[in-house]
């Protein structure tokens, strides 16, 4: 799917986008039944792993699943949509034509709550040489105003690099009264299933609870220009560049004027971003 010159300025300006019929309806269906065996299988597990990401209390009888970790690695029809023309055309626009993948995660959040994700960018968890990386998120079903849709705040990608640090650990999420009244200006990101959302690595964003009585699935696929080399973090060279969907594997980093900081030191157990930014709000409370 090509994007129109209006759509990457869009972008480009305000740090998100929403592209609507991206998906189609008969992927949209393998997806929810792929979705719908791993949702089941979770209820086996009694405590998060390599797979699953569940909070505490989860049991079959009270499944509180909260991610899928690199579901394109689990999955056959995950690791094809994200590998599709249909999703990487639209990236490749964005990100100046090369592309490789850089991470994938499936989030839930379950009626009548879910967990709520603190303010955040992403380009806190992964800084790089350049901030060419952004990360799609696709409806696999309706997001509503009701059910916890991604909220962002338009034109951060451009400002400043906040703290997510908290007593001197990585934390994954700003102290919710580091962004004063800014908040107000959140964009939610709602559109049919089969829409995606588009959001630049820096940018600034956040969801909150499902007051509906339905289950809000959003995978994620985090994507970076292939000369944007990660920072303070090593791969194995020859798995980084299988990752390559657009352009040639390259040495030759280019380092933009960006803001870093590293994550570290990174917090003691799984790291996951839900229990980190649960001890962030109990701090700043
Ligand atoms: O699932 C959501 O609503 C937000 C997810 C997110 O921002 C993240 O996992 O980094």
Not at 75 to 85: G, K, T, V
Not at 119 to 125: M, N, P, T
Not at 159 to 183: E, K, N, S
Not at 244 to 273: C, K, M, Q, Y
Request: charged letters at 20%.
């Amino acid at each position: 799917m090509s994007l129109k010159q209006q759509q990457i300025d869009f972008y480009k300006s305000n740090g998100y986008l929403v592209v609507k019929d991206v998906v189609d309806p008969a992927t949209l269906g393998r997806l929810r039944a792929t979705i719908d065996e791993f949702v089941e299988r979770s209820k086996q597990v009694a405590e998060s792993d390599d797979v699953f990401d569940v909070a505490p209390g989860h049991s079959a009888a009270s499944p509180k699943l909260r991610r899928i970790k690199q579901p394109t690695q689990q999955h056959p029809e995950f690791d094809a949509l994200m590998r599709s023309p249909a999703v990487v055309d639209i990236v490749a626009y964005l990100l100046g034509g090369t592309v490789r993948i850089e991470h994938s995660k499936l989030n839930f959040k379950p009626p009548g709550g879910g967990a709520k994700i603190e303010w955040h960018q992403d380009w806190a968890f992964y800084p790089h040489t350049n901030d060419d990386l952004l990360a799609v998120g696709v409806m696999v079903e309706d997001c509503t105003p009701e059910n916890g849709p991604l909220n962002v705040l338009a034109g951060t990608h451009r400002g400043p690099l906040y703290d997510h640090h908290d007593q001197g650990v990585f934390a994954g999420g700003i102290r919710p009264d580091a962004l004063g009244d800014a908040t107000d200006q959140a964009v939610e990101l709602t559109a049919p299933a089969g829409s995606i959302s588009i959001h630049h690595v820096r940018t600034l964003h956040a969801s909150g609870e499902n007051t509906s009585t339905s289950t809000r699935p959003l995978l994620l696929f985090a994507y970076a220009a292939v000369d944007a080399f990660p920072v303070f973090k090593t791969y194995d060279f020859d798995e980084f560049n299988s990752r390559i969907l657009r352009g040639e594997p390259t040495v030759t980093a280019r380092i933009t004027d960006v803001p870093v900081r590293v994550p570290h030191p990174w917090p003691e157990g799984e790291g996951s971003i839900f229990d980190n930014q649960a001890k962030l709000s109990a701090a700043a409370a």
